[in-house]
């Protein structure tokens, strides 16, 4: 059986280490069916990678890469949640992302995509869901992007 962290490795990724929850929550929630990660940062080996404003001290493209990072780091979650089986996952649900930005900063959605792909990369149709990408002028630790998602997992 394929697992998750083979598909990253093919897709040129590494896959990262678990975070450790920076609060009073655990980093993720089953339920029956239905899998719940909490909001991920852009943390590498319990260091965050991308601290700072998009738009401001921060590019665009450092955005994508915080998100994509916060998406490798939803998918350790996940993997660590199922057993690490691809056939776990019977659908990504929905992301909802944060970004850290300028108060004219309009390209939340664009810079949410890198965790998008990645999911849709992973999972084929499966990594295909719903979304909402939103702006705020200060995220916990001064994280670029922080992003929560819902799977459905087989029973």
């Not at 990678?49 to 994508?64: H, I, N, Q, R, W």
């Not at 939803?74 to 690490?84: H, K």
């Not at 776990?88 to 810079?111: K, Q, Y």
């Amino acid at each position: 059986m394929a697992t998750i962290k083979d598909r990253v490795a093919e897709l040129g990724f590494e896959f990262p280490e678990p975070n450790v929850p920076q609060g009073s929550y655990t980093p993720f929630v089953r339920t029956g069916n239905l899998l719940f990660v909490a909001g991920q940062g852009p943390r590498l080996r319990g260091a965050l990678a991308y601290k700072g404003t998009v738009g401001g001290d921060l590019s665009f493209e450092d955005g994508e890469k915080a998100a994509q990072i916060c998406g490798l780091n939803i998918l350790r979650q996940v993997s660590d949640a199922c057993g690490g089986e691809i056939a776990s996952v019977a659908r990504v649900v929905r992301l909802a992302g944060i970004v850290r930005c300028t108060p004219d900063f309009e390209r939340h959605a664009a810079v949410m995509n890198a965790a998008s792909n990645l999911m849709k990369s992973v999972f084929g149709e499966r990594g295909i869901h719903a979304r909402i990408a939103t702006g705020s002028p200060s995220l916990p630790s001064g994280m670029a992007v922080e992003i929560e998602a819902l799977f459905e997992l087989t029973v």
